[in-house]
């Protein structure tokens, strides 16, 4: 057994799902981003609130216009791993783009997701995404890090 | 099977696990918190860096030593799921305290905690905590938060 996986089958499997929710992201398509996640999936986001449940289409939608054209989205350091119907991954992310204002915008972040498997089919049920804060009374977002 | 557990008995078993490691975070009882960690599991912490592998007894130790007494610590909206040898939760939770300078502190943050079942033993491979950030232009992170 792998530091990695513990199920091979399965890790494969969540990896070309974390790839293709990731390029769904890059290419906007709120219909493919939407196929990977379970109706009721709980999300602990970059912006608050601390917790939210159930990511909409019209959600989704509003945030992609706000960024003018492609998305760029680099996923590094995935470990992946899932045992029967559960699994979870972790990576250092970067999303990067221009907003509609025109400005360029990108942010190194933590990623990490969780899934069940339903009616045979992986699916997000929680995803957690942050950067750390500045500990030095100042509790600014490190939004300056990188791997 | 519920919104919430995929294998009850895992499930219950996770769910002690991780009061007993918030009773040794309020004991600051170094040992004992270890105790639940795999060697080689992986952080993403409130504070930087992005992600850091391995949590040591001596690490654990200087961070309790930053705080008089006995720490508080409530977790709330714990939600587990557990599928074979992997499990996860989440939940918000609330430290609380009093610094060795004397200050009183409380914060909610998130948690995200990755499970592998080992030689029939649950340990953590993978926890993430935050607090999400204000996206208006201050990027102050939302310390303030409470659920």
Do not use: Q
Request: aromatic content about 10%; overall charge negative.
């Amino acid at each position: 057994m792998s530091a990695e996986s513990v199920n091979p089958a399965a890790v494969a499997a969540i990896r070309a799902l974390v790839e293709d929710w990731a390029e769904a992201i890059r290419a906007k398509d709120v219909e493919r981003v939407m196929a990977h996640h379970a109706p009721d999936s709980v999300s602990f986001d970059l912006a608050p609130p601390l917790i939210s449940t159930g990511a909409t289409p019209s959600g989704v939608e509003a945030w992609f216009a706000t960024w003018r054209g492609r998305l760029g989205y680099e996923i590094r350091e995935l470990s992946v791993t899932a045992g029967g119907d559960a699994a979870f991954c972790r990576s250092l992310n970067r999303l990067s783009g221009t907003t509609i204002e025109g400005e360029k915008s990108e942010i190194w972040f933590r990623r990490t997701v969780c899934f069940r498997r339903m009616a045979g089919a992986w699916k997000i049920v929680h995803e957690h995404e942050s950067v750390p804060f500045y500990m030095d009374g100042s509790y600014r977002a490190a939004v300056d890090l990188t791997p």
